[in-house]
């Protein structure tokens, strides 16, 4: 008999009895929200020929899309004892073998010229260094996975954590 008052599981979140490891959200930096208020900003030039009001408001209406929008896109790194999910990506943590921390010219380098096309990417410009969690299922054609992380070195020590 099914149960009337059930919630369906939300994706990509761990279940309730599962302990964290680690958590991160890749939210947007500072200079992010001022580019985003500039562009929006942009609004009131196109409507200030019909009024500064309306262009007050195409600003404000366009400040607020933008905003939900990164906020809404903004990944998160979650570990669990059992499973790795970054972004909308997941898997079992038995299938993640060597994890390797890049800062500086060497992530520049795994993000352009090192990168492999087959690669999961989940990267965010606004964040620099980057972690290369190799993928060893053999039934997975992805040989790796490459996500930012404003903490390279915590994020390798709990995937590296049994």
Not at 51 to 61: L, R
Not at 75 to 92: D, Q
Not at 115 to 144: F, K, Q
Request: glycine share 8%.
């Amino acid at each position: 008999m099914p149960e009337s008052s059930s919630t369906p599981p939300v994706p990509n979140t761990p279940s309730a009895g599962t302990t964290v490891i680690f958590k991160e959200r890749l939210w947007p930096t500072i200079w992010v929200w001022v580019i985003a208020a500039g562009i929006a900003g942009a609004g009131i030039l196109v409507f200030a020929p019909i009024s500064m009001a309306a262009g007050y408001t195409a600003a404000a209406v366009l400040f607020g899309i933008m905003g939900v929008l990164l906020v809404l896109s903004t990944p998160a790194i979650i570990i669990t004892g059992t499973s790795l999910t970054v972004g909308r990506a997941t898997i079992e943590r038995k299938y993640i073998g060597e994890v390797q921390p890049f800062r500086g010219k060497e992530a520049t380098a795994e993000r352009g010229t090192r990168l492999n096309g087959l690669a999961y990417l989940c990267i965010r410009g606004w964040i620099d260094p980057v972690v290369r969690i190799e993928i060893t299922d053999a039934s997975d054609r992805t040989p790796y996975w490459l996500t930012s992380t404003r903490r390279p070195e915590e994020l390798t020590a709990a995937l590296q954590h049994t």
